[in-house]
Each structure stands twice: as C-alpha cells, then as structure tokens.
Antibody, heavy 120, light 109 residues
Framework: QVQLQESGPGLVKPSQTLSLTCTVSSGSISSGGYYWSWIRQHPGEGLEWIGYIYYSGITYYNPSLKSRATISVDTSKNQFSLKVSSVTAADTAVYYC????????????WGQGTLVTVSS | QSALTQPASVSGSPGQSITISCTGTSSDVDDYNYVSWYQQHPGKAPKLMIYEVSNRPSGVSNRFSGSKSGNTASLTISGLQAEDEADYYCSSYTSSSTLFGTGTKVTVL
C-alpha cells in the first residue's frame, strides 16, 4: 500500500522559509488519479489544510495562508514539497503530507508527520 | 472560511453508542456529499474512518457509521471500546478550500 514520509529541518528561524519534502512509496505520483496534499496541526490544536497539487503541477491553496505557501512536485523522484515563506512562531506545527483520491473528497493515506518549530 | 463546529468532548461507557456532530454551512457540509471523518490517537497521524458522508474504507470497523442532515454531519460509534478513545475530526470539501472540524475528544469511561 502507499506510504508517505515527510522530511526536512525541524527548526526554522523566524522570517526564513520552511521547506519540507514528502516521499511517496508503492505508488507513482505521475500515474495520475490522485492529488497530494499538505496539512498541519498546531500543538494541541486541530487540523488545517494547506493545499493540494496534482502531478501536472495544478495547485490549490488555503486562502488563509495569504500566498506564503508553495507546493511543487518532482515526479522523477516521486516527491512533492512544501515551502512556507516568512515564517513566524505561529507556523510552529506538525506538518503532514497525505494522498487525496479526488480533490477535497478525503485524505486516505497520511505520512507520520514532522514537527517544525519556528524559533531563533 | 471558518472551521466546522464539533463538540469539544463526548464520553460514553464501553458498549454504549455515541454520536459526534459536525456543523457547517450551506457552502460546505450542506452543499456537498464530501464529508469525511478522521480518528487521531495521541502522537499519531489521523486515520480515515468515513468518507463521502457514510462510506467506510476497507478495514474500518462497521461500528463506525456516518450520516448527514442539512448542514450537520454526524459520526456514530456503536459498541464503544477502549481503543476508540481518541480525537475525531470531520472534514468537508468546499469549492475553494477543504475545511476541518474543531475536533472532538472521545473518552471511554
């Protein structure tokens, strides 16, 4: 079955750019049929959808992130990535990547999550 | 767009049934049959329990069921078990976003 694994720095300084990668195993991103998503969870709080990408590069974002988030895909590596610019302490969260069978319908496979702390 | 509204906590004794509500608006829950539910144990990733209002993924116990009426969706857990103690989140598609609920902590007494 599909497996997703997040990777990236666990500590980012304020005003810098947070960068994470999600590696997909046992399933090809370029085969289509699925969207690939990032979701985050602030400590002790609920889930927040960040955005989706399709293998072709089509993206959709949560308007609340005010254009600070950028999702990209590298089909040759079977990975997709997230960048969040101008981070503040409010961006401290566990970041999850997930697979979406059809845009917005459900997140059926999730990565284990990675904690990113924004601090100087 | 605001998060969907869920009760902060719901509790029940083993064997009982509980229901968690998820209230949205005419632009999300009421407008689409794309409501899903997730179970999250502490320190773990969320797990899909229900999709498209009432469908169960393969491997999910039939003790979990979902429904919707107007702008409110519901998750019912029948025959409550100790392992069901977790946080539960609903989610709904909208034309411009995907919303999550505020989350409900289920306690098995």
């Amino acid at each position: 079955q599909v497996q997703l694994q997040e990777s990236g720095p666990g500590l980012v300084k304020p005003s810098q750019t947070l960068s994470l990668t999600c590696t997909v195993s046992s399933g090809s991103i370029s085969s289509g049929g699925y969207y690939w998503s990032w979701i985050r969870q602030h400590p002790g709080e609920g889930l927040e959808w960040i955005g989706y990408i399709y293998y072709s590069g089509i993206t959709y974002y949560n308007p609340s992130l005010k254009s600070r988030a950028t999702i990209s895909v590298d089909t040759s590596k079977n990975q997709f990535s997230l960048k969040v610019s101008s981070v503040t302490a409010a961006d401290t969260a566990v970041y999850y990547c997930a697979r979406v069978p059809a845009r917005g319908t459900r997140f059926d496979y999730w990565g284990q999550g990675t904690l990113v702390t924004v601090s100087s | 767009q605001s998060a969907l509204t869920q009760p902060a906590s719901v509790s029940g004794s083993p064997g009982q049934s509980i229901t968690i509500s998820c209230t949205g608006t005419s632009s999300d829950v009421d407008d689409y049959n794309y409501v899903s539910w997730y179970q999250q144990h502490p320190g773990k990733a969320p797990k899909l329990m229900i999709y498209e209002v009432s469908n169960r993924p393969s491997g999910v116990s039939n003790r979990f069921s979902g429904s919707k009426s107007g702008n409110t969706a519901s998750l019912t857990i029948s025959g409550l078990q100790a392992e069901d103690e977790a946080d539960y989140y609903c989610s709904s598609y909208t034309s411009s976003s995907t919303l999550f609920g505020t989350g409900t902590k289920v306690t098995v007494l």
